[in-house]
Every structure is written in structure tokens, then in C-alpha cells.
């Protein structure tokens, strides 16, 4: 009996072997089709604070002289932003748009040897000043569309889209000989602007917390200057313009305001009614059981 159990035994075991080998043979791996599904990206929306500096140039007509890039500091923005797929299924999407405190100017390359100020003249015709350097401050209202790829916990995207804003507290050096220069507006200056902004950046992704890094240009399209406001240089028919660029790096925290993978409230919220009201007459008779 004894030898009988054991004969039994090894049989199950050289057909459970046989049956192994079988199922995970290479022809039975290579007809098996194996899927990864990645898991879905929600439309979500976020809020966040960027901090970084802006260099500045201007873009004369006519040609003044050779410009360098000055830095100024503090350029914050709040920014909202929503992802959603576009087109319905590509989930590349986004459109942000916030409050931007951020700055304009330039500053012009002086000879070395110092013998010819390279200088903007302003004022009028009997006192005249020449501006080496300006800075102002603007105020701006973004709104951009996002396009962005993620790769598990790290996002590349791109911005582009318009502003609209306002100049205000200018701050000039050179050889002022109005002071009324020096930190007010001239009365041919525009305040209003408007332009273009975009940009490249990546963020590192810890649900519910993300880190931004982008560096975004701003275009203006309202001239710095009014039409022939050139005090002694130029005719009454050549138009004078001055329009800001601006580049901007910065870096920021964004907090997730709904859930960007997984089911959200409202997809356990759709699961539940449709479970209870999929089938309304099963469930009536469950009731009346």
C-alpha cells in the first residue's frame, strides 16, 4: 500500500511537471500578448506661484546702439491652470492664465573709451536728456494654452499665448537734465501693453505637489513711444518705435486642485448611480423580497 501511494505521488508529480512545461513553453510564451495600461490622465486643474528674474532689451526703430541684457529681479506670477484633453482623447492640453508682476527696459553698451555717450535723447527740443539705461515695472494679465508630454513623475511643455497689462514706476539713468525724467512717465510714452508670451519648461511631479522650471519670452506690441516723439533728431514724418523683449526664468510650486490619475469624485459618484439605477427593475424586486 505503502509503495502504491508513493508510485501515485511521483506520477502526479511528472504530470504536473509535463503539464508546466507545456503551459509556459516558448511557442505558448510567444502567442501570449501582454499589455501595459497606462494609467490615465485625469483633467485636472491646479494653482501656483513662480519667482524668477527677467532680462530686458528694446527693439528700436531706428537703431539707437548696441544693447546688453539687464537683470531685474522679483518677477512673480499666480497662475491657474487646467489640463484637459484635447479634442476629446489627447491628453496634451492645457490653458492657463493668472497675474504676472514682471519689468521692461534696456541698457546700452558704452564705448570703451568713453568719448561717445550711447544714449536715448528725450524730453524737448530746449532741454533734452539722454537715457543710458531704464527700467519699469509692468503688470500683466497672461492667458496661455499649455501643450505638455508626461513621462511618470516628469512633464516637458510649452506655452504660448497673449498678455495684456500696465507700465508703471520707471526708473532711468544717464544725463537727466529734466528730473522729471528720472521716475515719471513722459507724456508721449504709451502705459497700456499688450503682446506675446511663450515659452519651454519641465516639472517634476509629486502628487499633489509639482515643480516648475520655464523660461518664457514676452514680445510687446504697443511701442514704448508715441509716433514722431523724438525731441530733435528726426522729421515729423519718420515714426520712432520701442518695443520691449523681454526673457523670463523661473521657477515655482504648483498644488493640485483635483485628482490628476485615478478615479475622481465624480467617476465614484457615476459608478454608484449607474449601480443603482442601471438595472431599476432588479432592484425593485430585490426590494419587494
Same mark, same amino acid.
Given at each position: 500500500?505503502?509503495?502504491?501511494?508513493?508510485?501515485? %505521488?511521483?506520477?502526479?508529480?511528472?504530470? @504536473?511537471? !509535463?503539464?508546466?512545461?507545456? #503551459?509556459?513553453? /516558448?511557442? &505558448?510564451?510567444?502567442? =501570449?500578448?501582454?499589455?501595459?495600461?497606462?494609467?490615465?490622465?485625469?483633467?485636472?486643474?491646479?494653482?501656483?506661484?513662480?519667482?524668477?528674474?527677467?532680462?530686458?532689451?528694446?527693439?528700436?526703430?531706428?537703431?539707437?546702439?548696441?544693447?546688453?541684457?539687464?537683470?531685474?529681479?522679483?518677477?512673480?506670477?499666480?497662475?491657474?491652470?487646467?489640463?484637459?484633453?484635447?479634442?476629446?482623447?489627447?491628453?496634451?492640453?492645457?490653458?492657463?492664465?493668472?497675474?504676472?508682476?514682471?519689468?521692461?527696459?534696456?541698457?546700452?553698451?558704452?564705448?570703451?573709451?568713453?568719448?561717445?555717450?550711447?544714449? %536715448?535723447?528725450?524730453?524737448?527740443?530746449? @532741454?533734452? !536728456?539722454?537715457?543710458?539705461? #531704464?527700467?519699469? /515695472?509692468? &503688470?500683466?494679465?497672461? =492667458?496661455?494654452?499649455?501643450?505638455?508630454?508626461?513621462?511618470?513623475?516628469?512633464?516637458?511643455?510649452?506655452?504660448?499665448?497673449?498678455?495684456?497689462?500696465?507700465?508703471?514706476?520707471?526708473?532711468?539713468?544717464?544725463?537727466?537734465?529734466?528730473?522729471?525724467?528720472?521716475?515719471?512717465?513722459?507724456?508721449?510714452?504709451?502705459?497700456?501693453?499688450?503682446?506675446?508670451?511663450?515659452?519651454?519648461?519641465?516639472?517634476?511631479?509629486?502628487?499633489?505637489?509639482?515643480?516648475?522650471?520655464?523660461?518664457?519670452?514676452?514680445?510687446?506690441?504697443?511701442?514704448?513711444?508715441?509716433?514722431?516723439?523724438?525731441?530733435?533728431?528726426?522729421?515729423?514724418?519718420?515714426?520712432?518705435?520701442?518695443?520691449?523683449?523681454?526673457?523670463?526664468?523661473?521657477?515655482?510650486?504648483?498644488?493640485?486642485?483635483?485628482?490628476?490619475?485615478?478615479?475622481?469624485?465624480?467617476?465614484?459618484?457615476?459608478?454608484?448611480?449607474?449601480?443603482?439605477?442601471?438595472?431599476?427593475?432588479?432592484?425593485?424586486?430585490?426590494?419587494?423580497?
Amino acid at each position: 500500500m505503502k509503495k502504491l501511494f508513493i508510485i501515485s %505521488l511521483a506520477l502526479l508529480s511528472i504530470a @504536473n511537471a !509535463s503539464l508546466q512545461a507545456q #503551459e509556459y513553453s /516558448d511557442e &505558448y510564451l510567444d502567442s =501570449v500578448a501582454v499589455t501595459f495600461r497606462k494609467p490615465a490622465i485625469n483633467d485636472y486643474m491646479t494653482i501656483g506661484v513662480n519667482y524668477g528674474v527677467t532680462f530686458s532689451q528694446q527693439i528700436f526703430n531706428p537703431r539707437v546702439g548696441s544693447q546688453e541684457w539687464p537683470m531685474t529681479w522679483n518677477n512673480i506670477s499666480v497662475m491657474f491652470t487646467r489640463y484637459c484633453k484635447l479634442f476629446g482623447y489627447m491628453p496634451y492640453f492645457g490653458i492657463e492664465a493668472g497675474f504676472e508682476y514682471a519689468h521692461q527696459g534696456f541698457k546700452f553698451k558704452q564705448d570703451s573709451d568713453k568719448e561717445h555717450l550711447v544714449a %536715448l535723447p528725450m524730453g524737448t527740443v530746449d @532741454n533734452i !536728456s539722454y537715457i543710458t539705461e #531704464e527700467i519699469m /515695472d509692468v &503688470y500683466k494679465i497672461p =492667458v496661455r494654452s499649455k501643450f505638455h508630454v508626461d513621462i511618470s513623475f516628469f512633464r516637458i511643455m510649452a506655452d504660448l499665448g497673449f498678455y495684456g497689462g500696465l507700465r508703471r514706476n520707471v526708473r532711468r539713468q544717464g544725463i537727466i537734465n529734466d528730473e522729471t525724467l528720472r521716475y515719471e512717465f513722459a507724456p508721449y510714452e504709451n502705459k497700456f501693453d499688450y503682446g506675446m508670451e511663450g515659452g519651454a519648461g519641465f516639472a517634476f511631479i509629486f502628487d499633489p505637489i509639482e515643480i516648475h522650471f520655464n523660461v518664457l519670452a514676452g514680445w510687446s506690441w504697443n511701442s514704448l513711444y508715441q509716433p514722431d516723439s523724438s525731441p530733435s533728431q528726426y522729421s515729423q514724418y519718420y515714426y520712432r518705435y520701442a518695443n520691449p523683449l523681454d526673457i523670463m526664468v523661473t521657477a515655482g510650486i504648483h498644488f493640485q486642485l483635483t485628482k490628476r490619475k485615478g478615479k475622481t469624485t465624480n467617476d465614484l459618484k457615476k459608478e454608484a448611480y449607474e449601480a443603482i439605477y442601471s438595472n431599476p427593475d432588479e432592484n425593485t424586486h430585490s426590494q419587494n423580497r
